[in-house]
Each structure stands twice: as C-alpha cells, then as structure tokens.
C-alpha cells in the first residue's frame, strides 16, 4: 500500500516554486523518520489531485528526488523511498528532571507495585515457552476469524460496527451466551442477567467494586490468581485467604464474618484441583449460613478434554447468591479481552453502570466478530481442535516429567493446559526461572500466587499451550538438569 495521500501537505509559508516545495516536503519526511525506506508514494496523479497543482510539477520533484537518491522507480509500480536514502538522525533522549510536584503526596491510591504476573512479550521466540495462556498460531483458526471480522465491517453490520451501546451489550452474542454457552455448564439466564466485560480480570474488578467497602470481609483462595488479590486490596476491605487442598478451597475454615467468597471450583488457579460436587453442595451451604455470595470464575472448562466437566457452581445454586465469571479471551486469545458476567438483575444492573462510568462497553466490532465466530460453528471447531492438541501434549508432558524424576503438586482431573509443580525445598524457582531463561526455557514462578509475607519459593507452574509436543521432552529435561545444578 501506498503512504495515504492525506499525509501530505504543502506548508502555506513555504518558499520557492511548487516543485521545489513538493520536493523539500517530501525530503523532509523521509529525515524525519516519517516516511522509511521501501515505503510507496501515492502516485503522481493521486498526489497532484491531493495538492492541487499539475501532474507534471509532482513528475518533475520526483524525478530530482530520484536523481538525490531519495526516490527510486519500480516501472509501472510507482515511486519508493530509496534504501539509499538519507538515514534520518538519531536523537538521545531528554535527560531526566525532577518535576516541581510531589508525587508521594499527590498520589491519592496507589495501584503500582502488586503482585500481577509478567511475561516475556516475546516469549515465542524461546524454544521451550512453557507459559501459561497465550495463543498457539498453529492451533488458531486465522482463516475464519479473519472472514468473521470482515462479515463485522460489512453494510448489514454497520450498525453494530459504530453505534454507542451506552451501557448496553451486542444482542447477537448475549443471544448466544445465553441459549449456548452457559447451558454447556448447567447454567440458564436471561439477556438481563448477563453483562459483557473485557475479558475475566475486568469483570472481578467490577464485582469487587459493586460487592465490597471497607467495611466488608472478602475470602479468596490460597494461592490463587495474583491479579484478584491485587483487585481486592484496590477496594480496601478485609482480605482473608484460606489455603486450598487437593479438593480446592474447604468451606469449613472460611470464616463466619465473610460477605463475598471469590474460588475457582472447576480449575482452581493455579493448583487446577477440581472440587468435587459434594463439597460445591457444602460451600453452598456455607455460603447461605452466612448470608454471603460466591464469585465463580470459570476459567478454561472448555479445555476439558479427559473427561467432561463438571456442572458449574451456579448451576447449583437456587438462592442467586453465586455470581458467574466466563471469557472468550482464555479459549480464543488473550488480546480478545472479551468475558462477561452472570448473575442476579440488581447486581448486573449496577455493574452495567460502573462498567459504562469506566469504559462505556466493550467495542461493537469485536462483540459482533465474536458473535459470528461463535455462531458459525467456528468456535466448537477450534475448542475440539485444541482440546486434542493439548491431549497429546498432555501425554509427552506426563511421560517426560516421571522420565526426569520432577515432581507434580497439582494436576487437573479434568484436563486444562498446566501443571502445578512443586521444586525440592531450598530451590528459589525466581532464581531457577533466569537461569532457565538463559537456555531458552520459560517456566513462571510460582510464589507470587501465595499470599502473604512468608510464601513457598519452590513451587511453579508449567504449561503446554504455547509449545509444541516435540519441544516438550527436551525442554523438561533442560529443567531437570538445571534442578540438580541448582545450588
């Protein structure tokens, strides 16, 4: 594609003849850094039309630029900027001042500094990426999200496409989540019930905002999913995290002074322990003697490829006191950010407001764009498509992990794309992970998902989402070696 058109401009003070100003103006982009070698004019016909001048005057300035080696003329292509071309000048950046403002007292809440988990933004160049919940291009559908994504920008959808919702949701895909997508986990709701979030963080972060005061005592599991901690300090109430067994969080220790329960009962993050059914009908009872509400999140059920998955919290729930969290953004990509919210009318009706305070909705493209992936069967087809992938996977991961004598503290009855691993005493998995990184081999750390001043050192999390099964055994074995090293 051509640099666009509009991007060029004639500057009204500008000296000398048209064609000396067309010259100097283009010349200027490119010393600028703004237009960068192998990049196409518009052509002369298109560029005249843009300025007002004949196409002979831009003919003329871009055959002196061509003559400057600014320019170079592919025959009937058009005009590109010459790699010859003057390189534009590197500029160091400003040196740090001190501004006259006092940050430590300006800043009224302070949000920095939690304990949220980070990632290598290029983690795909490692060979051994055992990381947690990013796309495989190998597994994704390109093709028909692509096709989706134009079916969004057609003429029939432009309403969808540029329309403020306000507080309101794309009634496509509501009609969907509600008559597919929450059935598949015993689950029915009406178009009201249900809010549209951007992805399941945010949709945590506005139950946290709509549940909680200062006053209130929220219960959250231990370890667990770092940014909900992070969430919950943001609302400053009591937090008291209970330590989860191999069934998941036990209702038993939860103390009686609790107003909202946030668990993981299908996949607990990150030990992926499911939790039995008898004792989901027991935090249900828990929960109603206490009067408080349950935050379900429901992360990655779709990846039950073992067996199927078990019915969801609130489908058990006959009160309305569990308040159901789903995302696309696991299953499809995490750059989705699309989730939503299930729970009562009066609940919904104020997350929908604090949700359109904050960011209005969720864009109407994306929305629509999902909807038809969803709707199309495109969503199924890819869900069966990595469930198997991940089987395989799986399987190497298992056999490869009892090879080399590593040892697994949790793994998911049901599937998933993980295991919780457990390193000997005295092992800092902080310290492991950099040494591991210097041989391309990418595992997360696992105390940042304790809570708490004394946290284990020794656990982590490796996942198979992101790495092909024949990578695995090599890459558990770099593991393996650099375990009976460590100091």
């Not at 540029?162 to 009406?190: K, M, S």
């Not at 998933?416 to 950099?434: H, K, L, Q, Y």
């Amino acid at each position: 594609m051509a640099l666009p058109v509009e991007t060029f401009f004639l500057h009204p003070e500008a000296q000398g003849t048209l064609q000396q100003q067309i010259q100097q103006m283009i010349a200027q982009g490119i010393l600028s850094g703004r237009f960068r070698q192998k990049e196409k004019l518009p052509s002369t016909r298109k560029l005249a039309a843009h300025l007002g001048v004949s196409r002979i005057t831009v003919t003329i300035a871009y055959t002196e630029l061509q003559a400057n080696d600014y320019l170079v003329s592919r025959g009937r292509s058009g005009y590109y900027v010459s790699e010859n071309a003057p390189a534009p000048p590197e500029f160091a950046l400003p040196a740090r001042r001190l501004d006259a403002v006092d940050w430590s007292r300006a800043i009224g809440q302070r949000f920095a500094g939690g304990a949220a988990l980070t990632k290598p933004q290029d983690w795909n160049r490692y060979r051994y990426p055992f990381i947690y919940g990013q796309a495989d291009a190998s597994l994704f559908d390109h093709a028909n999200w692509r096709l989706c994504a134009l079916q969004a920008l057609g003429q029939r959808d432009f309403t969808a496409l540029t329309t403020d919702y306000g507080d309101q949701d794309d009634a496509q895909l509501i009609e969907f989540i509600a008559r597919h997508t929450l059935p598949r986990r015993g689950i029915t709701a009406r178009p009201e019930q249900i809010l549209i979030t951007m992805g399941a963080q945010n949709a945590l972060w506005l139950t946290a905002q709509v549940l909680l005061t200062q006053r209130r005592r929220a219960v959250l599991e231990d370890p667990c999913y770092p940014a909900l901690r992070d969430i919950l300090s943001h609302t400053r109430c009591h937090v008291t995290p209970v330590r989860v067994d191999h069934e998941g969080l036990p209702p038993a220790v939860i103390p009686a002074s609790t107003d909202v329960i946030f668990s993981t009962p299908s996949h607990q993050c990150p030990t992926t322990a499911t939790m039995p059914i008898d004792r989901r009908r027991a935090l249900l009872d828990r929960a109603r003697e206490m009067d408080a509400l349950i935050v379900e999140d429901d992360y990655e059920f779709e990846m039950s490829f073992l067996k199927p998955p078990s019915p969801a919290l609130k489908s058990l729930d006959t009160d309305g006191r569990v308040i159901y969290v789903g995302s696309f953004s696991k299953s499809l990509f995490p750059g989705l950010r699309l989730g939503y919210l299930v729970g009562s009318e009066p609940f919904i009706r104020e997350a929908r407001a604090l949700r359109a305070a904050v960011l209005r909705h969720a864009p109407g493209h994306i929305q629509r764009t999902a909807s038809y992936f969803l709707s199309l069967g495109h969503y199924d087809a890819l869900i069966r498509r990595t469930g198997n992938a991940l089987h395989e996977r799986r399987i190497v991961m298992e056999k490869a992990i009892a090879d080399h004598g590593l040892t697994i503290a949790g793994r998911g009855a049901y599937g998933g794309s993980s295991f919780w691993m457990r390193a000997p005493e005295g092992v800092n998995t902080d310290d492991f992970a950099r040494r591991l990184q210097a041989r391309s081999v990418l595992i997360e750390p696992g105390h940042g998902f304790f809570a708490g001043r004394t946290r284990p050192a020794n656990f982590y999390r490796l996942a198979y989402s992101s790495i092909p099964a024949g990578r695995i055994a090599d890459g558990v074995r770099l593991i393996a070696e650099e375990l009976q090293s460590a100091p």
